[in-house]
Each structure stands twice: as C-alpha cells, then as structure tokens.
C-alpha cells in the first residue's frame, strides 16, 4: 500500500509560482521573477521524481481525496487526485518537459516586456495542466481542460500589440470551445446513465457492458463525442486550424503548450477512456481515421512551407494524428509511447528553431537562412539529433515510437493495410520535409542580407511587447549556456528516450509497454477478439509467428525514412534550383499545398463571416438597436412626459400648494375610513 503521496502539493506548486509573479512580479527585478518561477516550477518536479520512485512497484492505482465538490442527489464530484501508470507518465512528462522549458524562456525572454506576467502565464498553464493530468473525474479533468485552453490564449496572444497574435489567441479560444462543447456533452451522458464522473467507479460500470458491436449505440454516441473534444484540443481534423496561427505566440511557448503537453491532452484523454472506446468499435474507427488523414494532410502542407515555426507546427499536427491512429487501433500503449518521445524531439525542435531565430535576429523565412552550421554549432548539432528522432531512424527515439504504430496500425485487431500505407507514406513525408528545412537552415551559403540583422525591430515599430522574434541582435551569434543546456539535455534524450520501449523482436524487452498494461488493459471479463486490449494485442503479438514480419515492416519504415533524406538532400543541397521549376511545373497544386489548401478561407467564407454579418445584423440593428433601444428610447419619452407634468405642478404659488396638501390629506382620510368599514 503505498503511502500518502501528497499528489496536491504537485499542481500547486506552480500556482503559488504564478499567484507571487502576478501580484508582486511587476515590482521584482528580473532575476527574482526568474527565480520564483523556476524554483516552483523545479519544486512540482522534484516532487514528480519522488513520486515516481514511490509508486514504481505499485500496480494499484493511488487516489488521495481532498474534499466533496458538488453533491446533487446521487451524483457526487469528488476534489481529488488519481495516480496510476498513465497519469505517472504524463506528470513526469509535463514537469520535466515543463521545467527545461522554463529555464530556457529565462534567456530567450530576457530583453521583452512583461516578462513577469509571462512565467506567471507559464506557471499558470503547468498548474491547469497538472490538473488535468492527475484528475480523478472527468469534472476536474474538464477543469483543468478548460484552464489549459485559458493559459493558451494567453500565452499565444502574450503580445497583445500585434493584432495578428491577438487575433491567433482568439482563434485557438474560439476553435476549443467547439471541442469542449462535444466534451461536455458526453459528461453529461455519463451523469444520465451511470450517475457518476469518477473514474473507478464510472469504468467498473462500463466494463461489465458488452461491445457495440452490431449498432451504434451509447457508449459509441459517448466515444464520438470525447473525439470532438480531443479534435479541438489535439488539434485534429476538422478543428486544427488554430494550432499553426498559435505560433504566433513566443516560440518557448510553442515548445511547452502546442508541442509538448497541452495539444497530447486529447491522446491522454482517449486512452484514459479506453474502456469507453473499448467498448464502441465504431468510435474507435473513427478516431483512428481521423488520426491518419491529419497525420497524412498536415505533413502535405508542411513539405511546402518556407516559415520554420510553421513548418514545425504542420508537423505537430501531423505527429499528433499518428498517436490518433495509435489509438484508433486500441495501440494505446503506442500512443502514450510516442506522446512521450515526441514532447523530447519536438520539443527540442521547437527550442533550437527559438535559437536560429535569436541567432539570425528575428528572422523565420527559411529562404533566407543557410550556412548556420559553423556558426551556431551547439544549435545545429542538437536539432540534427531531433530531425533524425522525429523521420525515424534507428537509435533515436522516434524510430522505436513511430515503428510500434506503424506495426500495430497493421497487424491489430482493429487494424488494417491501409492504415500502414498511408502511416508510411507520411513517415516518407516527414523526412522529407523535417530535412528540407534541416538543409536550408544550416548548409550552403547564408542568404540573408546582412542588413536584416538589423532592421527587424524598426519594421515592426510596436515597441517592447513584440518578441525577440522580431528584434535585432546584431550579428549571427550563438544562444547563451541557459539556453543551450535545455537543448542537450533533450537532444540527449531524443537519442536514448525511446530506449525504455525497446522492441522483443529486435532483442529488447519493451519495458513501457510493460510498465503500462496494468492502467491499460481490459477489464470485462471474457472480452472478445475484437475487445482486445493493448497488452493483450501485445502480448498476441510477441508470442505469434509474425516476429519475421515485423522485422521486414520495420526496415521498410527505414528504408522510406531515408528516401525522404535522400529527396531533400537532391532538392536541397545538391540541385537547390530543381524545387522551383518543380513549383513552376505542378503551379495549380503547388499553390493549394502553399496556401494550405485555403482551409482556412473556406471555414471564413461559410462559418465566420456568416456568423459575424448575422450577428451583427441580427443582435446589433435588430435586437440591440431595434427593440433594447426603442424600448429605452420609448421609456426615456414616456418618463421625460410624466416629469414635464410633474415639473408644473410646482409652481411656487402657496395656495396652489395648499390645495394638493388638502387633496392629500382627503385621500388618506378617505382610505383610512374605507379601512374601518371593511
């Protein structure tokens, strides 16, 4: 039994952080608010590691109660924390992440303005978001949800003077709502038919339920309605369109919110739902299709992007839908896997695009980049590591992740060959367009104007809110060490995460596959095939005849994996003006993958404008001017009327006063003798 763990003090930590920033930071010099923010923020993570090695040996879930919520009848929402492989992962995931990310805003931030209010920001969402991973209801997992979407919009709009990050936070707020509103919906569903929200007891319920498997029923009208909500928060189709506008925000916060933890809450909360989706294998075909068309359609689009933070934020994208798919094929385990290796990689990658950026003075355009290898060699050379982890090569991390979807997107029980196909296409993909920018970032010859190193904050003009993104430095130069140190530290583990989920069939023991079966497996008693759960999937699958096959499947991911390097480095490096009469030669699609295929101008023309041209037609001319108005207007008449009248009743004739006195005092006489009568 495992001892009183203290989970509370891990969200709250980051909260005191963020209370003493935003009160008192505006008086802190600097450095305190630094410290403030980081020692909190260290503080949630080392609280993390002692938890960890406490749970290690403890398969049964650890739940420490802090209060009674809401009671209304038999439905009860508890205030407290829940603790068991899965959530362990992500709170080591989020802290850890979190803190190196922190220490990098320190030197990335160091010259903007409301640099107190952004780590009171940032220490703000490591609270909602610990929140949300530790939950033990979906009532406080939706809290957590909705503070998440909140320090985002903050965050992405942090400078608020440009309208266009402005503009980009109320598109990620606006877009999350239609998300959280399918959420909500289904907690409402579970409250009607089970009467409860907690976890234990809500899974117990459904376990014992038999597969919908011949009609769609509850549990399918359920599942569907989460994948809304993970859609809008993960970022999937059709509600992604925020998360590449969000990189308008500072790029350590790309890093933290739309890379690392708050766009994998959707993947989180799928598989913590998986005995929901277990259950409904029609909702589970449907997040697994979703998941491979983003993964498909997002990696299209990034091959022609030329700004680095949106190339990465394609790719976001684009990783997100293969833990989708993960998913979708009930490869949960695969999924939390490649979350996990993905907050390393892309999280680095995120960072070192930061460090270019410093570097060359706020510029983003890759065209206008090159030959920065020499000159920013630490960035270089940890960003290689995350370029090699993210297209899959063998040791680094995202090879074992993305090879374990890929595998099990095959040859699971809800698998398929097209799932595969598609899943190695965009692994092709992925190299391809992760190397072309690895490529024009850092060989050949700089093509920048040297004088854009120093013009950049004078284009702007919008003074000490714009971002280092948009100021000049001076000169290449490489990030300082509190910068750098974050990055070796995740190129070291985006070589060597993936480690722990080492393959059997490749001589490994897969030990997070392991370490997550008890959080994942199925619970319903004799579960059929196509219940299985994802130990049992990988169990069939490390004890069947098909090691041989997998062996094959996985060099074929390697092999693509190398022809996308291959392409980029033809394109790139050595015919560098083949891509433009390529672009000449395709114009009508070249321009559609460029302009994204003007997603973005279609949901404006049929949902926005709409929308706005009604609301404004309707609220404003007809109910605001139209009835609030008159009715006012009508009132503002009738009262000016009645006070004109009044007004010459007084007068200043004394009889005249007299008289009302006397018609008074007949009308009090009048009802007091009515009175007595009755």
Request: one cysteine or more; hydrophobic letters at 50%; a neutral charge.
């Given at each position: 039994?495992?001892?009183?763990?203290?989970?509370?003090?891990?969200?709250?930590?980051?909260?005191?952080?963020?209370?003493?920033?935003?009160?008192?930071?505006?008086?802190?010099?600097?450095?305190?608010?630094?410290?403030?923010?980081?020692?909190?923020?260290?503080?949630?993570?080392?609280?993390?590691?002692?938890?960890?090695?406490?749970?290690?040996?403890?398969?049964?879930?650890?739940?420490?109660?802090?209060?009674?919520?809401?009671?209304?009848?038999?439905?009860?929402?508890?205030?407290?924390?829940?603790?068991?492989?899965?959530?362990?992962?992500?709170?080591?995931?989020?802290?850890?992440?979190?803190?190196?990310?922190?220490?990098?805003?320190?030197?990335?931030?160091?010259?903007?303005?409301?640099?107190?209010?952004?780590?009171?920001?940032?220490?703000?969402?490591?609270?909602?978001?610990?929140?949300?991973?530790?939950?033990?209801?979906?009532?406080?997992?939706?809290?957590?949800?909705?503070?998440?979407?909140?320090?985002?919009?903050?965050?992405?709009?942090?400078?608020?003077?440009?309208?266009?990050?402005?503009?980009?936070?109320?598109?990620?707020?606006?877009?999350?709502?239609?998300?959280?509103?399918?959420?909500?919906?289904?907690?409402?569903?579970?409250?009607?038919?089970?009467?409860?929200?907690?976890?234990?007891?809500?899974?117990?319920?459904?376990?014992?339920?038999?597969?919908?498997?011949?009609?769609?029923?509850?549990?399918?009208?359920?599942?569907?309605?989460?994948?809304?909500?993970?859609a809008g928060k993960s970022a999937q189709i059709p509600l992604y369109v925020w998360l590449p506008d969000a990189m308008e925000g500072p790029t350590p916060v790309s890093a933290l919110i739309h890379a690392a933890t708050m766009v994998t809450a959707g993947v989180y909360m799928v598989a913590r739902s998986h005995v929901i989706f277990d259950r409904a294998p029609t909702a589970l075909m449907v997040v697994a299709i979703i998941g491979t068309l983003t993964a498909l359609f997002a990696a299209t689009i990034?091959?022609?992007?030329?700004?680095?933070?949106?190339?990465?934020?394609?790719?976001?994208?684009?990783?997100?839908?293969?833990?989708?798919?993960?998913?979708?094929?009930?490869?949960?385990?695969?999924?939390?896997?490649?979350?996990?290796?993905?907050?390393?990689?892309?999280?680095?990658?995120?960072?070192?695009?930061?460090?270019?950026?410093?570097?060359?003075?706020?510029?983003?355009?890759?065209?206008?980049?090159?030959?920065?290898?020499?000159?920013?060699?630490?960035?270089?050379?940890?960003?290689?590591?995350?370029?090699?982890?993210?297209?899959?090569?063998?040791?680094?991390?995202?090879?074992?992740?993305?090879?374990?979807?890929?595998?099990?997107?095959?040859?699971?029980?809800?698998?398929?060959?097209?799932?595969?196909?598609?899943?190695?296409?965009?692994?092709?993909?992925?190299?391809?367009?992760?190397?072309?920018?690895?490529?024009?970032?850092?060989?050949?010859?700089?093509?920048?104007?040297?004088?854009?190193?120093?013009?950049?904050?004078?284009?702007?003009?919008?003074?000490?809110?714009?971002?280092?993104?948009?100021?000049?430095?001076?000169?290449?130069?490489?990030?300082?060490?509190?910068?750098?140190?974050?990055?070796?530290?995740?190129?070291?583990?985006?070589?060597?995460?993936?480690?722990?989920?080492?393959?059997?069939?490749?001589?490994?023991?897969?030990?997070?596959?392991?370490?997550?079966?008890?959080?994942?497996?199925?619970?319903?008693?004799?579960?059929?095939?196509?219940?299985?759960?994802?130990?049992?999937?990988?169990?069939?699958?490390?004890?069947?005849?098909?090691?041989?096959?997998?062996?094959?499947?996985?060099?074929?991911?390697?092999?693509?994996?190398?022809?996308?390097?291959?392409?980029?480095?033809?394109?790139?490096?050595?015919?560098?003006?083949?891509?433009?009469?390529?672009?000449?030669?395709?114009?009508?699609?070249?321009?559609?993958?460029?302009?994204?295929?003007?997603?973005?101008?279609?949901?404006?023309?049929?949902?926005?404008?709409?929308?706005?041209?009604?609301?404004?037609?309707?609220?404003?001319?007809?109910?605001?001017?139209?009835?609030?108005?008159?009715?006012?207007?009508?009132?503002?008449?009738?009262?000016?009327?009645?006070?004109?009248?009044?007004?010459?009743?007084?007068?200043?004739?004394?009889?005249?006063?007299?008289?009302?006195?006397?018609?008074?005092?007949?009308?009090?006489?009048?009802?007091?003798?009515?009175?007595?009568?009755?």
């Amino acid at each position: 039994m495992t001892p009183n763990l203290h989970l509370w003090l891990i969200p709250l930590l980051p909260l005191i952080g963020s209370a003493i920033n935003g009160l008192f930071g505006r008086r802190f010099p600097r450095r305190t608010v630094a410290a403030v923010a980081l020692a909190f923020c260290g503080a949630a993570f080392a609280m993390a590691l002692w938890v960890a090695i406490q749970f290690s040996s403890v398969t049964v879930p650890h739940v420490e109660f802090l209060a009674t919520w809401i009671r209304a009848g038999n439905f009860q929402a508890d205030f407290a924390f829940y603790l068991d492989q899965l959530s362990l992962v992500m709170l080591l995931v989020v802290t850890g992440v979190g803190f190196l990310i922190h220490i990098y805003s320190v030197g990335y931030m160091s010259e903007e303005g409301g640099f107190y209010r952004f780590f009171s920001y940032l220490n703000l969402f490591m609270f909602f978001m610990l929140t949300l991973v530790l939950a033990n209801n979906y009532l406080l997992m939706f809290i957590g949800w909705e503070g998440v979407g909140l320090a985002s919009y903050l965050l992405i709009g942090f400078f608020f003077l440009r309208d266009s990050a402005a503009a980009a936070g109320k598109k990620a707020f606006i877009v999350n709502r239609i998300g959280d509103f399918g959420f909500l919906i289904a907690l409402f569903l579970l409250i009607k038919h089970f009467g409860s929200l907690n976890f234990e007891q809500l899974f117990k319920s459904i376990s014992v339920l038999p597969a919908e498997t011949t009609e769609a029923g509850l549990l399918t009208s359920i599942g569907l309605l989460l994948m809304v909500g993970a859609a809008g928060k993960s970022a999937q189709i059709p509600l992604y369109v925020w998360l590449p506008d969000a990189m308008e925000g500072p790029t350590p916060v790309s890093a933290l919110i739309h890379a690392a933890t708050m766009v994998t809450a959707g993947v989180y909360m799928v598989a913590r739902s998986h005995v929901i989706f277990d259950r409904a294998p029609t909702a589970l075909m449907v997040v697994a299709i979703i998941g491979t068309l983003t993964a498909l359609f997002a990696a299209t689009i990034g091959v022609a992007q030329t700004d680095i933070k949106k190339v990465l934020a394609y790719s976001t994208i684009s990783q997100l839908g293969y833990m989708f798919m993960a998913c979708g094929v009930a490869a949960y385990s695969a999924g939390i896997f490649h979350l996990v290796t993905h907050a390393f990689f892309k999280g680095l990658l995120f960072l070192a695009a930061g460090s270019v950026i410093h570097a060359v003075g706020g510029e983003q355009d890759m065209r206008h980049m090159g030959g920065l290898r020499t000159k920013i060699p630490w960035t270089f050379w940890t960003m290689t590591m995350a370029t090699f982890a993210i297209s899959g090569f063998p040791p680094f991390a995202g090879f074992f992740s993305k090879d374990a979807i890929l595998w099990r997107a095959y040859s699971g029980p809800y698998g398929s060959w097209v799932y595969w196909v598609i899943g190695l296409f965009t692994a092709f993909l992925t190299a391809f367009y992760m190397f072309r920018l690895w490529f024009l970032t850092f060989f050949g010859n700089y093509r920048g104007a040297a004088e854009e190193l120093h013009g950049h904050a004078e284009h702007a003009g919008h003074g000490a809110h714009l971002g280092r993104e948009e100021h000049g430095h001076g000169g290449i130069h490489e990030s300082p060490p509190i910068m750098l140190a974050p990055l070796v530290i995740l190129a070291v583990l985006s070589v060597v995460g993936g480690w722990i989920g080492w393959p059997t069939v490749l001589g490994g023991s897969n030990y997070f596959d392991k370490f997550l079966e008890p959080a994942l497996h199925v619970t319903a008693p004799g579960a059929s095939a196509g219940e299985l759960s994802e130990s049992a999937q990988t169990q069939a699958t490390e004890h069947s005849e098909q090691g041989a096959k997998e062996v094959v499947f996985t060099t074929i991911s390697v092999v693509a994996a190398g022809l996308g390097l291959l392409l980029a480095w033809l394109l790139y490096y050595r015919r560098p003006e083949l891509p433009q009469r390529i672009a000449d030669r395709l114009d009508g699609l070249y321009h559609a993958v460029v302009n994204k295929y003007y997603v973005d101008e279609f949901y404006a023309a049929v949902f926005v404008k709409p929308l706005v041209e009604g609301s404004s037609r309707i609220l404003w001319h007809g109910v605001d001017q139209g009835l609030i108005d008159s009715s006012i207007n009508s009132s503002a008449d009738g009262a000016r009327e009645f006070s004109d009248a009044v007004r010459h009743m007084q007068s200043g004739n004394l009889r005249s006063y007299a008289g009302w006195i006397a018609a008074g005092a007949a009308v009090v006489i009048a009802y007091m003798t009515w009175m007595g009568t009755r």
